[in-house]
């Protein structure tokens, strides 16, 4: 069932187990056992913990209509031969509102995946905490916060779709707390419900694409390509590899350059391939992984997992642009992940430097490239990185492994790129050939410092220190 949503786009409203029809590969889903006791409980014959008045009834209208017990259903399935805990929401029945009995099965699910080593999707649908149980109620976005940090520290993939709403605490916790999250359009996705904002605020913001935008979820996913995209991402994070990732091979030209102002101007050639290009090539499929999850995004950092030759990598890659703040943050959301679940990573480096407009600093630049440089040094998988374009000073530093670092023929790293170092050196326009020489920065230049390991040619390497 389709409704408008304050965005102006339709939504598609799902029941629990329509939901888990929509993911799940067909007669695979088993429903976990009610937790002991549930229904031999505090809202048995009387109105609930706080003697809300009618509660009893309500819920009674809410069995009766729904066919469901509680407003999840949990229980586990495979997506695309992925087997997974699924935990759905029932907006029908109470508007997906948690209470004591939700946290009872969403705790009881997370267990049964930790015990037997099983990614989580929850599949969202919820207003919120459930006032009929008062603090009661509220104190288990506590319990379900917990039971989902612990499953995300036990190494397990953690993976939400928010449907139609996605609103308050259960937002707040299995959503936005998720490793990956995928959205149906349309649907409404903030922590303040339709009722309570600000008479004068902008509905649209409280949209899926609008948290998109702002770096709050991974990808707006149509109701017919959910299934794909699911499969695809537990495929991905539910098949940790050991071992580095090895590094691509060059796409761009395969000559040496002479001088050092020939190496920044093959770097900054418009026809040299970006790193779009060495995705497609080295990956067969791929799952972006977008925003900092704190209000942004950089169009020029793409991240994501894909598959090589059958095991999963990560992937941080500047797109030749000056990174800005929300950048270094998403490629340090991605490096971590990729340690907590066991999957190497591979970085290529190219920007001219980090973004140092007044956006930027007002943005914490300093705090991002800091966060950046830290998860790579602290980093608990192999990173191998590969500098395919220009390697500017810091800001390209920081997605660069100390110890497993390559580059392209037509690519360069340095401290600072030629022209300001002849600014800041005091010289004329014309030294700045002379000073992009000094400064070594030739990919032979790099290998022969002992900075990288080795030049790539195409497909292979074509020298090593």
């Known amino acids: ?80 031969g992925t087997r997974a805990v699924i935990i759905s929401f029932e907006f029908g029945f109470l508007g997906g509102s948690l209470g004591e009995r939700t946290g009872d099965r969403i705790e009881a699910a997370h267990r049964h995946a930790r015990t037997h080593r099983l990614p989580v999707v929850s599949l969202i649908a919820t207003g919120g905490s459930r006032m009929q149980e ?4 509220l104190v288990q976005l506590q319990r379900v916060a ?74 707006v996913v149509h109701p017919e390509e959910l299934r794909e995209a699911l499969s695809l991402r537990l495929g991905l994070l539910s098949a940790p590899a050991p071992g580095a990732a090895e590094p691509p091979g060059s796409l761009g030209r395969t000559d040496l350059p002479a001088t050092g102002w020939e190496a920044v101007r093959r770097a900054r050639s418009p026809e040299r391939p970006r790193a779009a290009a060495y995705l497609d090539a080295y990956f067969t ?21 894909g598959s090589r030759a059958g095991r999963t990598v990560a992937y941080a890659a500047q797109g030749g642009t000056a990174t800005t703040p929300a950048g270094y943050r998403t490629a340090a959301r991605l490096v971590r992940l990729a340690g907590r679940l066991g999957i190497p990573v591979l970085t290529l480096v190219d920007t001219p430097g980090a973004a140092n407009g007044a956006e930027a600093e007002r943005a914490g630049a300093g705090a991002a490239i800091a966060d950046l440089f830290a998860a790579v040094a602290t980093a608990s998988v192999p990173v191998t990185s590969l500098v395919i ?14 110890d497993n670092l390559w580059v392209t023929p037509d ?14 050196l005091k010289r004329g326009h014309e030294e700045i050939r002379s000073t992009a020489e000094q400064l070594r920065l030739r990919p032979q230049d790099l290998v022969e410092l002992g900075l990288a390991r080795g030049i790539q040619g195409p497909g292979s390497i074509s020298s090593t220190t």
């Open 146 to 219: 917990r039971q989902s940090a612990l499953t995300g520290a036990a190494g397990l993939p953690r993976i939400a779709v928010l449907r139609d709403p996605t609103t308050g605490g259960g937002w707040a916790t299995l959503g936005a707390g998720a490793d990956l999250i995928l959205a149906l359009p349309g649907s409404q996705v903030g922590f303040a419900g339709s009722r309570v904002r600000p008479a004068d605020t902008d509905p649209a913001a409280y949209t899926a694409e609008a948290q998109l935008a702002a770096g709050a979820i991974d990808e």
């Open 285 to 305: 499929d791929r799952a972006p992984l977008r925003g900092d999850r704190c209000g942004g995004v950089d169009p020029g950092m793409l991240c994501g997992f």
């Open 389 to 402: 374009g220009e390697g500017g000073s810091g800001g390209a530093l920081a997605l660069a492994a100390a």
């Open 1 to 80: 069932m389709a409704e408008s949503t304050p965005g102006g786009q339709a939504a598609v409203r799902l029941t629990a187990r329509a939901a888990v029809a929509a993911v799940a590969d067909q007669d695979s889903f088993r429903e976990l056992p009610a937790p002991e006791g549930e229904f031999i409980d505090a809202t048995a014959g009387q109105d609930g913990p706080i003697d809300w008045e009618g509660y009893a009834e309500s819920r009674a209208r809410a069995e009766e209509r729904t066919g469901e017990r509680e407003s999840v259903v949990c229980g586990t399935a495979t997506a695309g």
């Open 134 to 137: 008062g603090m009661r109620a």
């Open 411 to 424: 690519s360069y790293f340095s401290v600072i790129a030629p022209e300001p170092a002849a600014a800041i």
